[in-house]
């Protein structure tokens, strides 16, 4: 049974930083496209960004947290990260991490195109 999940939210100001956490059990992430989405109060859920399965080298960022977020892996964790940097109050939200439901998959933003999800870590951007 695969089971993600999160840690790392919390509380910080704006201009600060978080590194959000997700460990994976139940499967191999080197082998998954993974991925970042998030969902504020009142809101639909939002892609944040993805990584493909480790022979891809790919990642995909939304437009609103491109230069600002990085998303990486540590295979022999089988956790994946999101590092955010510059945070903003509208980055407030709950933050989910995802895996896409078959093997050797490329970054996405499409949430259908994943299966398993974490149960979320709050992040709260003070101004």
């Known amino acids: 049974q695969v089971q993600l999940v999160e840690s790392g939210g919390g509380l910080v100001q704006a201009g600060g930083s978080l590194r959000l956490s997700c460990a994976a059990s139940?499967?191999?992430?080197?082998?998954?496209?993974m991925g970042w989405f998030r969902q504020a109060p009142g809101q639909e859920r939002e892609f944040v960004a993805a990584?493909?399965?480790?022979?891809?080298?790919?990642?995909y960022y939304a437009d609103s947290v491109k230069g600002r977020f990085t998303i990486s892996r540590d295979n022999a964790k089988d956790t994946v990260y999101l590092q955010m940097n510059t945070l903003r109050p509208e980055d407030t939200a709950v933050y989910y991490c995802?895996?896409?439901?078959?093997?050797?998959?490329?970054?996405?933003?499409?949430?259908?195109?994943?299966?398993?999800w974490g149960q979320g870590t709050q992040v709260t951007v003070s101004s």
């Open positions: 995802a895996a896409r439901a078959h093997k050797f998959t490329t970054a996405t933003p499409e949430s259908r195109q994943y299966a398993s």
């Open positions: 139940g499967l191999t992430i080197s082998s998954y496209g």
């Open positions: 990584i493909s399965w480790s022979g891809g080298s790919r990642t």
